[in-house]
């Protein structure tokens, strides 16, 4: 788990979020225990940056990954309080849908989550298609 959270402190310094100076890394790590990065990627079109727990996420689920854990270093509030530091509702609605039985840690928090806590109540369809064979 320490070794999860230096690669998403270390993913955030590759942010592109010049418009908030507010850098997230997050590192997701799969069961085959690979684990991939994310950085939050804003765009001068504001309403369409992205997340970077959603761009982690989006690469474990590509390489067909059960999800693990994941970890969340927002560089640029180390020390704040723990709700500048949480997944935004978005980035929760995907770990439901994505990585329900993750454990997700936050930077400089002792504390480990479960979406379940996070986000009671989640909207799912009731009949998600199948997955793909592979
Ligand atoms: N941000 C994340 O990357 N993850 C979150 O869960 C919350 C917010 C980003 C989006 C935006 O680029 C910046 O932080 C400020 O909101």
Same mark, same amino acid.
């Given at each position: 788990m320490k070794t999860l959270m230096?690669?998403?402190?270390?993913?955030a310094?590759?942010?592109?979020?010049?418009?908030s100076n507010f850098r997230v890394g997050a590192a997701v790590l799969g069961s085959s225990s690979n684990i991939y990065e994310g950085a939050n990627?804003?765009?001068?079109?504001?309403?369409i940056?992205?997340?970077?727990?959603?761009?982690?996420i989006a690469a474990a689920t590509m390489a067909g990954e059960k999800i693990e854990a994941i970890a969340v270093a927002c560089v640029d509030a180390q020390g704040a309080p723990l709700s500048e530091k949480m997944p935004c509702?978005?980035?929760?609605?995907?770990?439901?849908?994505l990585a329900p039985h993750a454990e997700?840690?936050? /930077?400089?928090e002792n504390k480990l989550?479960?979406?379940? /806590?996070l986000l009671p109540l989640p909207f799912r369809?009731?009949?998600p298609k199948r997955k793909r064979r592979r």
């Open positions: 230096k690669v998403a402190r270390n993913a310094k590759r942010a592109h979020a010049p418009y990627i804003e765009n001068a079109s504001y309403g940056g992205t997340c970077a727990e959603r761009v982690a509702g978005a980035c929760r609605q995907w770990i439901q849908e997700i840690m936050i /930077d400089g989550f479960k979406i379940g /806590d369809l009731a009949k």
